[in-house]
């Protein structure tokens, strides 16, 4: 029996984590958030595949891609949360649940991040706690499959 696979995208500057601004993304690299992610996925019965782009157009290219395969998406858009309609349209036309994730707690900083074009696309979003809301999210999929069993 095949592991259901999870995706897990990240946008623009989260190949940075960890450096600039830890007071609101704190310490942890990209690296040890795929390890969280990897570690929650096989504690859980989940393949997970982690992607990075700074490309709006690379991230939509990698969602039209996994829609056929994936069981699901865990993304964090970051700066394109509040401005691709594209990466939400490319959502939109997944049949499969999509978790948007942020470190940081967006509706307690700028007026402008308070929006998300992604977040209608989404079965749920996670914010503010941190590199664990990845592993939150992970773990949501492992109770919808658990679910549907």
Known sequence: MTRP??????????????????????????????????????????????????????????????????????INPAAYTHTSVAIRDALVACDFAIMEVHISNVHRREAFRHHSYVSDAATGVIAGLGVEGY????????????TEN
């Not at 990240?10 to 007071?23: A, R, Y």
């Open 135 to 146: 592993a939150a999210a992970v773990r949501v999929f492992a109770l919808h499959k658990q």
């Open 5 to 74: 696979v999870v995706y897990v995208l990240n946008g623009p500057n989260l190949n940075l984590l960890g450096t600039p601004q830890p007071e609101i993304y704190g310490y942890e690299t990209l690296e040890d958030v795929k390890r969280l992610c990897t570690e929650t996925g096989q504690e859980a019965g989940l393949d997970i595949r982690f992607h990075q782009s700074n490309h709006e157009g690379a991230l939509v290219e990698l969602i039209h891609e996994v829609r056929t395969e994936a069981d699901g998406i865990v």
